[in-house]
């Protein structure tokens, strides 16, 4: 089968810094302290596994960390005063996330800080957006869609500030800017929607447009990825989003010639591989 490969598939810029970051925490302390991340420090299961095999805690609550662990934050941030939390534990903090992230958390408390409301277009329970809006300095609003922001009792007279979660897609984002453009007279708007995330969504948009199926290979808890899979089925063609290649079987590409493959920012280089052997070895009608 002829495989169209996304060349922006696999690890994005944030995602494998945090990565070194992790790998020289356990290098430098080889079997001597307890290394922990709050969450999983990137959405992706394969990692996770390795991680803790190489006997990385992953702890979902604060009060498990103790003064004698060293916690790393995890790609997507953490909120304030979690951190705040874990710098008056004693615990060792090492903080892997995201520098657009962080930059994001930065310009959202700088432009709250005169007492403007917040409008962050993110999914609520993502860990990201749980950081980002700890960075408000007033209220803050998150919302999924263009829809449900039409939905909302804004009022005019106040100041607000419009942000995103940075691997949401940047069109969404720009409908979203002008419609409340014409609403609010007083909104700032920020610009932090990842680039990579722009140009990764974008050639996956036009490598489905001249496939006949996609696939998109990353972890299921990853947004980026699960919008990725979103953007190829929009185009009106058969998607795929898998954890590993393994999940799928020829009879899936039944009649079929070409396939499009990406992956989402989290996923490392030898699953995206190992889904194009495969893909490439189905024969097809035209073999």
Excluded at 140 to 146: E, P
Excluded at 167 to 194: D, H, M, S, W
Excluded at 221 to 228: A, E, K, M, P
Aim: glycine share 8%.
């Amino acid at each position: 089968m002829l495989v169209k490969r996304a060349k922006t598939a696999g690890f994005c810029m944030g995602v494998s810094l945090a990565l070194r970051t992790l790998d020289k925490a356990i290098e430098s302390n080889p079997g001597k302290t307890r290394i922990c991340t709050l969450g999983p420090i990137i959405h992706n299961p394969q990692v996770l596994t390795d991680y803790e095999a190489q006997g990385v805690v992953c702890l979902q609550k604060l009060d498990s960390v103790t003064a004698c662990d060293i916690v790393v934050i995890r790609a997507h941030g953490v909120p304030r005063q979690d951190e705040e939390f874990l710098r008056q534990s004693g615990a060792t903090l090492v903080d892997a996330t995201c520098p657009r992230v962080k930059k994001a958390q930065l310009a959202i408390a700088r432009a709250t800080a005169d007492g403007s409301s917040l409008l962050l277009f993110g999914e609520a329970d993502h860990p990201e957006v749980r950081g980002l809006i700890s960075y408000a300095c007033c209220k803050s609003h998150v919302f999924t869609d263009l829809a449900t922001l039409e939905g909302m009792e804004l009022d005019s007279g106040q100041s607000w500030v419009l942000a995103s979660q940075t691997t949401q897609n940047a069109g969404l984002f720009e409908e979203i800017r002008a419609y409340l453009e014409k609403k609010l007279p007083r909104l700032k708007v920020l610009a932090t929607i990842c680039d990579a995330t722009d140009e990764r969504q974008a050639e996956a948009l036009a490598i489905a447009k001249d496939v006949e199926a996609m696939v998109v290979v990353g972890g299921r808890q990853s947004g980026n990825t699960r919008r990725l899979a979103s953007l190829a089925a929009g185009c009106g063609i058969t998607t795929y989003h898998v954890e590993e290649i393994q999940e799928l079987t020829e009879q899936d590409f039944a009649g079929k010639t070409t396939v499009g493959l990406t992956a989402g920012a989290s996923t490392p280089k030898p699953l995206i591989d190992a889904a194009e052997v495969w893909l490439k070895d189905i024969k097809t009608s035209s073999n």
